[in-house]
C-alpha cells in the first residue's frame, strides 16, 4: 500500500522541503550467514549504494568515509521485527561501513522466546530479508536538465542516519517510504538539496548492478555553470571538458569545501540568504567572494562616513576639542554644551549612539589657515619655523626623569591561590598514614534479569581490585639575591 503521506510524483525534492525517514531493503546471502548460537550473533549487511526508486527519482545513500552516521546503531540500536518497535529481537552491537562500500552490522540475538526463535529462522535460511531505517540530510541532485524534472534525476545523500535495522518476511516496495512505525517515533526533517548538471547519462536509468552504479558516480561533476544547452532563447556557454580520470572522493571533499566556505562568508558579513543563493547556484568560493564584496560596497555607498554640521565660520572656530575631552571625561557638559550639541546632531545624521562618547565634525580648522601661515614664514625671516619637540613625559629627556615613582608597599597584592572545595563537598580525609595503602574496591556487581516462571536465571559474579596509595613528596625552590635581601620592603620579604 503507497504511503498517503509521500509527496505527489512527477517533480523534484526542493531544498529546504520536509522529508521523512526512508527504508530500504537487502536479502542476507546463505553462503555468509553464519550464526554464532553459543554468542547467538550473525554478521549481516543491510545497505549498500544501489539506486533505489523514490517519488522524487533515482536515490543513491554514498558509503564514502564521514557520509554515514551510523551512532544510533553502535549505541545500543535495536533489531526489529517489521520495524515494529514494540517487537525487539535483539540489539545491534557494531555496525560500520565496509571495504566493499556495504554497510555491516553484527547483530546478537536476545535470550526470550522471540529471540531465540528469530535466530533459528536466520541460521535456517528461513528469514533472509533485511530492512533499515535512515534518514537522508544533504543530497546532490544530478539532472541531464537542471531546470526540468525527469524520473532519472539521480539523488545522492551525501549525509544520512541509520535508525535501526530489522527482518522482514516480504520485501516491501521500496518506493513506499516511512511505514507508520517511523511517523509515530520521528518527526519531518527539513534537507538540503544541491541541483547540478549530469555531463555523462546515468546508469541508475539502466540500472542496477553495483558496477554500473559506480561507473555513474566517478561521472559526477562539479561545474559553476550548465554547458547542457539553455531553456531559455540565448546560448549558454558550454562547461569545459572534465578530466579523463579523477577521485570522486576527491570531488565531493572540494564540494563540501566549497559550501562551507560559502555558508562562513555568509555567517561573517550577516547574509546567510546570499549565501545559500551562490551555493544552489553553483558558483566557486571565489565568485561568491566577489558577490559579497559588491553588496557590500552597494551598502557602504549609501551610509555616510561622516557628517558635518552647518556652522559658520565663527563657530568652527569656537568649537573647542578639548572642553569636549575634559567634559566627557569628568561627565559633565556644562562647560561643554556648544560641544555637545554638534555630537547630537552627528549622532543623529549617522544614526549612532553617543552615549559613552562623543562625534567631532569633519571640517573644523584644527590646521593653520593661510593668515597664519604667511606670519610664520615672515617671522622666521622667510622660511618655516622648525617644529620642535614638546615637554612630554614619555621619555626621560623630555620630562620623564622629572616624575618620581611611589611605591605603595603597604598596599600588596598577595597571589592569587586555589582553594580546594572537596572538603565541602563531604571528602573522607585518611590522616595519620605512614605506609602505603590498599584499599579493595568493588569494580562491578552482579547482572540482574527477568526471567519467565520456569525459567532459570543466570549464573553472574561480581569483580573486584584495589586502590592503592603510596606517599608523596611536595617541594618549592626559588633564589633570593642578597640586594633583594637588602632593598626589598618588609612586605614583599
Same mark, same amino acid.
Given at each position: 500500500?503507497?504511503?498517503?503521506?509521500?509527496?505527489?510524483?512527477?517533480?523534484?525534492?526542493?531544498?529546504?522541503?520536509?522529508?521523512?525517514?526512508?527504508?530500504?531493503?537487502? &536479502?542476507?546471502?546463505?553462503?555468509?550467514?553464519?550464526?554464532?548460537?553459543?554468542?547467538?550473533?550473525?554478521?549481516?549487511?543491510?545497505?549498500?549504494?544501489?539506486?533505489?526508486?523514490?517519488?522524487?527519482?533515482?536515490?543513491?545513500?554514498?558509503?564514502?568515509?564521514?557520509?554515514?552516521?551510523?551512532?544510533?546503531?553502535?549505541?545500543?540500536?535495536?533489531?526489529?521485527?517489521?520495524?515494529?518497535?514494540?517487537?525487539?529481537?535483539?540489539?545491534?552491537?557494531?555496525?560500520?561501513?565496509?571495504?566493499?562500500?556495504?554497510?555491516?552490522?553484527?547483530?546478537?540475538?536476545?535470550?526470550?522466546?522471540?529471540?531465540?526463535?528469530?535466530?533459528?529462522?536466520?541460521? =535456517?535460511?528461513?528469514?533472509?530479508?533485511?530492512?533499515?531505517?535512515?534518514?537522508?540530510r544533504d543530497y546532490i541532485c544530478? #539532472?541531464?536538465?537542471?531546470?526540468?524534472?525527469?524520473?532519472? =534525476?539521480?539523488?545522492?545523500?551525501?549525509?544520512? /542516519?541509520?535508525?535501526?535495522?530489522?527482518?522482514? @518476511?516480504?520485501?516491501?516496495?521500496?518506493?513506499?517510504?516511512?511505514g507508520r512505525s517511523a511517523e509515530?517515533?520521528?518527526?519531518?526533517?527539513?534537507?538540503?538539496?544541491?541541483?547540478?548538471?549530469?555531463?555523462?547519462?546515468?546508469?541508475?536509468? =539502466?540500472?542496477?548492478?553495483?558496477?554500473?552504479? /559506480? $561507473?555513474?558516480?566517478?561521472? #559526477?561533476?562539479? $561545474?559553476?555553470?550548465?554547458?547542457?544547452?539553455?531553456?531559455?532563447?540565448?546560448?549558454?556557454?558550454?562547461?569545459?571538458?572534465?578530466?579523463?580520470?579523477?577521485?570522486?572522493?576527491?570531488?565531493?571533499?572540494?564540494?563540501?569545501?566549497?559550501?562551507?566556505?560559502?555558508?562562513?562568508?555568509? /555567517?561573517?558579513?550577516?547574509?546567510?540568504?546570499?549565501?545559500?543563493?551562490?551555493?544552489?547556484?553553483?558558483?566557486?568560493?571565489?565568485?561568491?567572494?566577489?558577490?559579497?564584496?559588491?553588496?557590500?560596497?552597494?551598502?557602504?555607498? @549609501?551610509?555616510?562616513?561622516?557628517?558635518?554640521?552647518?556652522?559658520?565660520?565663527?563657530?568652527?572656530?569656537?568649537?573647542?576639542?578639548?572642553?569636549?575631552?575634559?567634559?566627557?571625561?569628568?561627565?559633565?557638559?556644562?562647560?561643554?554644551?556648544?560641544?555637545?550639541?554638534?555630537?547630537?546632531?552627528?549622532?543623529?545624521?549617522?544614526?549612532?549612539?553617543?552615549? @559613552?562618547?562623543?562625534?567631532?565634525?569633519?571640517?573644523?580648522?584644527?590646521?593653520?589657515?593661510? #593668515?597664519?601661515?604667511?606670519?610664520?614664514?615672515?617671522?622666521?625671516?622667510?622660511?618655516?619655523?622648525?617644529?620642535?619637540?614638546?615637554?612630554?613625559?614619555?621619555?626621560?629627556?623630555?620630562g620623564g626623569a622629572l616624575v618620581?615613582?611611589?611605591?605603595?608597599?603597604?598596599?600588596?597584592?598577595?597571589?592569587?591561590?586555589?582553594?580546594?572545595?572537596?572538603?565541602?563537598?563531604?571528602?573522607?580525609?585518611? &590522616?595519620?598514614?605512614?605506609?602505603?595503602?590498599?584499599?579493595?574496591?568493588?569494580?562491578?556487581?552482579?547482572?540482574?534479569?527477568?526471567?519467565?516462571?520456569?525459567?532459570?536465571?543466570?549464573?553472574?559474579?561480581?569483580?573486584?581490585?584495589?586502590?592503592?596509595?603510596?606517599?608523596?613528596?611536595?617541594?618549592?625552590?626559588?633564589?633570593?639575591?642578597?640586594?633583594? $635581601?637588602?632593598?626589598?620592603?618588609?612586605?614583599?620579604?
Amino acid at each position: 500500500m503507497p504511503n498517503p503521506n509521500a509527496p505527489e510524483a512527477g517533480r523534484r525534492l526542493l531544498d529546504g522541503e520536509a522529508a521523512v525517514p526512508q527504508k530500504r531493503e537487502a &536479502t542476507i546471502s546463505v553462503k555468509v550467514v553464519a550464526v554464532n548460537t553459543d554468542a547467538r550473533t550473525v554478521e549481516l549487511s543491510f545497505s549498500s549504494e544501489t539506486p533505489v526508486d523514490r517519488w522524487f527519482g533515482k536515490e543513491i545513500l554514498s558509503h564514502d568515509p564521514g557520509a554515514a552516521d551510523l551512532r544510533r546503531l553502535n549505541d545500543g540500536g535495536n533489531l526489529l521485527w517489521n520495524h515494529d518497535p514494540s517487537d525487539v529481537l535483539g540489539v545491534i552491537e557494531r555496525a560500520w561501513i565496509g571495504d566493499d562500500r556495504k554497510g555491516h552490522a553484527i547483530v546478537r540475538f536476545g535470550k526470550d522466546e522471540r529471540g531465540t526463535w528469530a535466530m533459528n529462522q536466520v541460521a =535456517d535460511g528461513v528469514l533472509r530479508n533485511v530492512s533499515f531505517m535512515y534518514l537522508a540530510r544533504d543530497y546532490i541532485c544530478e #539532472a541531464a536538465d537542471p531546470d526540468r524534472y525527469s524520473p532519472d =534525476d539521480v539523488y545522492t545523500a551525501r549525509q544520512w /542516519e541509520a535508525f535501526e535495522i530489522s527482518l522482514l @518476511t516480504i520485501a516491501a516496495d521500496p518506493s513506499v517510504g516511512v511505514g507508520r512505525s517511523a511517523e509515530e517515533q520521528l518527526t519531518q526533517t527539513r534537507v538540503h538539496v544541491v541541483t547540478q548538471a549530469r555531463t555523462q547519462p546515468s546508469a541508475a536509468a =539502466d540500472q542496477p548492478s553495483e558496477e554500473e552504479t /559506480e $561507473m555513474k558516480r566517478k561521472h #559526477a561533476r562539479l $561545474m559553476d555553470k550548465v554547458g547542457e544547452g539553455s531553456t531559455g532563447g540565448g546560448t549558454v556557454p558550454a562547461a569545459p571538458a572534465a578530466p579523463a580520470a579523477h577521485d570522486p572522493a576527491q570531488l565531493r571533499r572540494d564540494e563540501i569545501a566549497r559550501q562551507a566556505g560559502i555558508r562562513k562568508l555568509g /555567517e561573517r558579513w550577516g547574509k546567510p540568504e546570499l549565501a545559500d543563493l551562490h551555493i544552489e547556484g553553483g558558483s566557486s568560493l571565489e565568485a561568491a567572494r566577489s558577490a559579497f564584496m559588491d553588496a557590500l560596497d552597494k551598502e557602504n555607498t @549609501t551610509k555616510p562616513v561622516g557628517a558635518r554640521v552647518d556652522m559658520s565660520t565663527q563657530e568652527r572656530k569656537r568649537y573647542s576639542l578639548v572642553n569636549a575631552i575634559r567634559a566627557i571625561h569628568k561627565n559633565d557638559w556644562k562647560e561643554a554644551g556648544f560641544e555637545r550639541e554638534v555630537s547630537e546632531e552627528i549622532a543623529k545624521q549617522m544614526q549612532r549612539d553617543a552615549a @559613552t562618547g562623543f562625534f567631532v565634525p569633519t571640517d573644523l580648522p584644527f590646521a593653520p589657515d593661510e #593668515a597664519h601661515a604667511r606670519a610664520w614664514v615672515q617671522a622666521a625671516g622667510g622660511s618655516k619655523l622648525a617644529q620642535r619637540a614638546p615637554f612630554a613625559v614619555g621619555a626621560a629627556n623630555t620630562g620623564g626623569a622629572l616624575v618620581g615613582t611611589t611605591l605603595m608597599s603597604d598596599n600588596w597584592i598577595e597571589v592569587l591561590r586555589n582553594v580546594m572545595v572537596t572538603p565541602t563537598l563531604g571528602a573522607r580525609f585518611l &590522616t595519620g598514614l605512614v605506609g602505603k595503602v590498599d584499599i579493595p574496591r568493588q569494580i562491578t556487581a552482579a547482572a540482574t534479569s527477568w526471567v519467565g516462571e520456569l525459567t532459570p536465571g543466570t549464573e553472574s559474579e561480581a569483580t573486584f581490585d584495589k586502590v592503592s596509595l603510596s606517599p608523596k613528596n611536595i617541594t618549592s625552590w626559588g633564589v633570593i639575591s642578597r640586594l633583594m $635581601m637588602l632593598q626589598s620592603t618588609p612586605l614583599s620579604r
